[in-house]
């Protein structure tokens, strides 16, 4: 029975194909070892020795299941496979012979194996490149081309892994025709031949290499390296080339290993510019952390909830419960999440939940239907100008929605509480900045008075948040300019979103409460550098082409943003990124419930200047001293 199931289908081509093999390898060699006296030794011809050696050869390859491997699309480990059953077939051939007491020759054995292995391994290689080039489409019009195509000649910076990985996809794909060759800066590999492409030369010249191969398009594949390469190629690049377009591989901390790496592919943009730093994060303490639980995300829809969602997906979450107050944000997240948890073999169950966090009843339904375990609290009123106007949104967003989501923590058995706070906070000059202030002191009170697992993690600007300026300065150059910046000497942090979402779960998973952390954002870059180098991405001359206006410090900013206060104490977390403030002074447990008693609930009722009064009395550093009552038509709230 097993013998018939072996060689059903097309199964019974490779065995008769295997057997021609073996037994023509064996007789091969009998006549190049024992040429010219082959007749004396005639008898190790004989057919005990040929029946034999095709019956043990076919029964290991049996064994060894190389009759079920796919060798259409096949790779090494299955050529390793076929070898290893080559050596073993030849081997128990030679312990029969000599356990029968027939008369044998080494040499010729061993070269019947080597002329065996050669011949059964090289006929399934040339059977797998007949098929891939059926698939590419090189067969006579196997495929049609794919529209547009045609004209279409790639090159791929990086011929490393992801390089060769990237090439192997588009193979699949029956594209690989379109990949004209590579670039790479490790001398050694200058000239050599990858997967029947070439590789042309380094970096440095790629903009020769464009011309004289005619590329239309480049695929940046080095996801391990930093910006300042990444902007070097790029900037190459466009100074001659700006029509081309430019793809890149995400940063190794965005890729997921279960997705093919051509789908990953995006536009480049200025995250890859200035925001590809190194990052590690404690994969383990995460995993531990999270794994089982369920996690609810508020404000899911924005820039830093939705990339906290997507990353959440890695760790064995049991539930995520996305929660946003923007139907159109929301149903990105959803296509979002969607297209990610596709390559999840067994995911979490992913609930979509709209509504604001400062309806409490509403909240109070979803805590009750849900009962997470971990809360991620990112919702928040974040532009620093409209929010100077806005004084009691602000506060009632900020604040009151915070309060509301750290009594439903406390009443529902919310294990931890994480506040995503920000820079603004320390020493804040604008609204926003000092409500978020307040929502990290009301964060504190609640774990010194309830024993809540509340943790802050508190960071500066991100790349590519909504709201942020570099979309902004993009869609000024698009434009044609001028690119307005606020001041000459104005600086940010700068971070990609999922370095800092990254960072904040990690810190998540070290919390064992009431702590506040604050992120390693790195150097602050100036914003007027900024801005010139997204100019020269785009191929113009900073101050020539696409000119740098100066508009003012706008409403509630500041030139530079802090961490944290003056003077306080860091200690470094076991990821050098995260560090925790060891000297943050426990908070004023009166003023505090004085404040969430008299002032907090009519907040919205009370004009904007007894608003900024309240604001001062509970952050006395507060600056924000700019008169209320609406902004003057000719300032600007966006530059």
């Given at each position: 029975?097993?013998?018939?199931?072996?060689?059903?289908?097309?199964?019974?081509?490779?065995?008769?194909?295997?057997?021609?093999?073996?037994?023509?390898?064996?007789?091969?060699?009998?006549?190049?070892?024992?040429?010219?006296?082959?007749?004396?030794a005639a008898e190790l011809m004989g057919p005990r020795h040929l029946v034999a050696l095709v019956l043990i050869n076919f029964t290991v390859y049996y064994l060894f299941q190389i009759y079920r491997v796919m060798w259409a699309y096949s790779n090494i480990s299955d050529m390793y496979r076929l070898i290893l059953a080559s050596v073993s077939g030849f081997a128990l051939f030679f312990a029969c012979i000599l356990g029968a007491g027939l008369p044998y020759s080494r040499g010729m054995v061993a070269l019947a194996f080597l002329l065996s292995a050669v011949c059964s391994g090289f006929y399934r290689i040339l059977l797998r490149d007949y098929h891939l080039r059926v698939r590419a489409g090189d067969e006579g019009g196997a495929r049609s081309p794919v529209p547009g195509s045609a004209a279409k000649r790639i090159l791929v910076v990086g011929a490393g892994e992801a390089g060769r990985i990237i090439l192997g996809e588009y193979i699949k794909k029956g594209l690989g025709r379109l990949i004209d060759g590579f670039?790479?800066?490790?001398?050694?590999?200058?000239?050599?031949?990858?997967?029947?492409?070439?590789?042309?030369?380094?970096?440095?010249?790629?903009?020769?290499?464009?011309?004289?191969?005619?590329?239309?398009?480049?695929?940046?594949?080095?996801?391990?390296?930093?910006?300042?390469?990444?902007?070097?190629?790029?900037?190459?690049?466009?100074?001659?080339?700006?029509?081309?377009?430019?793809?890149?591989?995400?940063?190794?901390?965005?890729?997921?290993?279960?997705?093919?790496?051509?789908?990953?592919?995006?536009?480049?943009?200025?995250?890859?510019?200035?925001?590809?730093?190194?990052?590690?994060?404690?994969?383990?303490?995460?995993?531990?952390?999270?794994?089982?639980?369920?996690?609810?995300?508020?404000?899911?829809?924005?820039?830093?909830?939705?990339?906290?969602?997507?990353?959440?997906?890695?760790?064995?979450?049991?539930?995520?419960?996305?929660?946003?107050?923007?139907?159109?944000?929301?149903?990105?997240?959803?296509?979002?999440?969607?297209?990610?948890?596709?390559?999840?073999?067994?995911?979490?169950?992913?609930?979509?939940?709209?509504?604001?966090?400062?309806?409490?009843?509403?909240?109070?339904?979803?805590?009750?239907?849900?009962?997470?375990?971990?809360?991620?609290?990112?919702?928040?009123?974040?532009?620093?100008?409209?929010?100077?106007?806005?004084?009691?949104?602000?506060?009632?967003?900020?604040?009151?929605?915070?309060?509301?989501?750290?009594?439903?923590?406390?009443?529902?058995?919310?294990?931890?509480?994480?506040?995503?706070?920000?820079?603004?906070?320390?020493?804040?000059?604008?609204?926003?900045?000092?409500?978020?202030?307040?929502?990290?002191?009301?964060?504190?009170?609640?774990?010194?008075?309830?024993?809540?697992?509340?943790?802050?993690?508190?960071?500066?600007?991100?790349?590519?948040?909504?709201?942020?300026?570099?979309?902004?300065?993009?869609?000024?150059?698009?434009?044609?300019?001028?690119?307005?910046?606020?001041?000459?000497?104005?600086?940010?942090?700068?971070?990609?979103?999922?370095?800092?979402?990254?960072?904040?779960?990690?810190?998540?998973?070290?919390?064992?409460?009431?702590?506040?952390?604050?992120?390693?954002?790195?150097?602050?870059?100036?914003?007027?550098?900024?801005?010139?180098?997204?100019?020269?991405?785009?191929?113009?001359?900073?101050?020539?082409?696409?000119?740098?206006?100066?508009?003012?410090?706008?409403?509630?900013?500041?030139?530079?943003?802090?961490?944290?206060?003056?003077?306080?104490?860091?200690?470094?977390?076991?990821?050098?990124?995260?560090?925790?403030?060891?000297?943050?002074?426990?908070?004023?447990?009166?003023?505090?419930?004085?404040?969430?008693?008299?002032?907090?609930?009519?907040?919205?009722?009370?004009?904007?200047?007894?608003?900024?009064?309240?604001?001062?009395?509970?952050?006395?550093?507060?600056?924000?001293?700019?008169?209320?009552?609406?902004?003057?038509?000719?300032?600007?709230?966006?530059?």
């Amino acid at each position: 029975m097993v013998f018939f199931y072996a060689i059903r289908g097309r199964r019974i081509g490779y065995i008769v194909a295997d057997a021609l093999i073996v037994a023509a390898s064996y007789a091969l060699s009998f006549l190049v070892v024992l040429h010219p006296d082959t007749g004396r030794a005639a008898e190790l011809m004989g057919p005990r020795h040929l029946v034999a050696l095709v019956l043990i050869n076919f029964t290991v390859y049996y064994l060894f299941q190389i009759y079920r491997v796919m060798w259409a699309y096949s790779n090494i480990s299955d050529m390793y496979r076929l070898i290893l059953a080559s050596v073993s077939g030849f081997a128990l051939f030679f312990a029969c012979i000599l356990g029968a007491g027939l008369p044998y020759s080494r040499g010729m054995v061993a070269l019947a194996f080597l002329l065996s292995a050669v011949c059964s391994g090289f006929y399934r290689i040339l059977l797998r490149d007949y098929h891939l080039r059926v698939r590419a489409g090189d067969e006579g019009g196997a495929r049609s081309p794919v529209p547009g195509s045609a004209a279409k000649r790639i090159l791929v910076v990086g011929a490393g892994e992801a390089g060769r990985i990237i090439l192997g996809e588009y193979i699949k794909k029956g594209l690989g025709r379109l990949i004209d060759g590579f670039v790479d800066d490790d001398p050694a590999k200058a000239g050599k031949i990858l997967n029947g492409k070439m590789v042309y030369g380094g970096t440095g010249g790629i903009n020769g290499t464009i011309r004289e191969r005619r590329i239309t398009d480049i695929i940046i594949a080095m996801p391990s390296v930093g910006s300042e390469k990444v902007n070097r190629i790029a900037s190459e690049i466009r100074r001659e080339h700006r029509a081309v377009p430019i793809r890149v591989l995400p940063h190794v901390l965005e890729l997921d290993e279960r997705k093919p790496l051509s789908v990953s592919l995006r536009d480049i943009g200025i995250a890859d510019l200035i925001g590809r730093e190194e990052v590690t994060v404690d994969c383990g303490a995460i995993e531990s952390a999270f794994r089982g639980k369920t996690v609810l995300v508020t404000g899911a829809g924005g820039s830093i909830g939705s990339e906290i969602c997507r990353q959440l997906l890695n760790f064995g979450t049991k539930k995520i419960v996305a929660v946003g107050r923007g139907e159109f944000s929301m149903y990105g997240l959803i296509r979002n999440l969607g297209a990610d948890a596709e390559f999840l073999d067994d995911g979490p169950v992913i609930e979509y939940r709209i509504a604001d966090i400062k309806d409490y009843r509403l909240m109070d339904g979803i805590f009750r239907l849900h009962r997470p375990d971990i809360v991620f609290h990112a919702a928040a009123h974040k532009h620093v100008p409209l929010m100077e106007f806005n004084e009691a949104e602000a506060m009632q967003n900020n604040v009151t929605g915070t309060k509301h989501l750290l009594d439903l923590a406390r009443d529902h058995g919310v294990a931890e509480f994480v506040f995503i706070s920000t820079d603004k906070a320390v020493n804040p000059s604008s609204v926003m900045g000092a409500t978020k202030r307040i929502a990290e002191m009301i964060t504190r009170y609640y774990h010194a008075r309830w024993g809540l697992g509340t943790s802050i993690v508190r960071f500066g600007n991100v790349i590519g948040s909504r709201g942020s300026v570099i979309p902004l300065f993009m869609e000024q150059i698009e434009r044609g300019g001028p690119v307005t910046v606020t001041h000459p000497d104005v600086t940010r942090y700068f971070m990609s979103i999922p370095e800092a979402s990254l960072l904040v779960i990690n810190a998540a998973a070290y919390s064992r409460g009431g702590e506040v952390f604050v992120l390693d954002m790195g150097r602050q870059y100036r914003v007027a550098d900024i801005a010139r180098r997204l100019i020269e991405f785009y191929g113009h001359r900073a101050d020539q082409a696409i000119e740098i206006e100066y508009t003012g410090l706008r409403p509630g900013e500041k030139l530079h943003e802090d961490l944290f206060y003056s003077g306080s104490r860091l200690e470094k977390m076991e990821n050098d990124k995260l560090f925790i403030l060891a000297d943050a002074a426990p908070p004023d447990m009166e003023a505090i419930e004085s404040f969430m008693r008299d002032d907090l609930p009519d907040i919205a009722a009370r004009p904007a200047g007894e608003i900024r009064a309240i604001i001062k009395k509970m952050v006395p550093e507060f600056e924000g001293d700019s008169p209320p009552g609406g902004p003057s038509p000719n300032r600007k709230l966006v530059s």
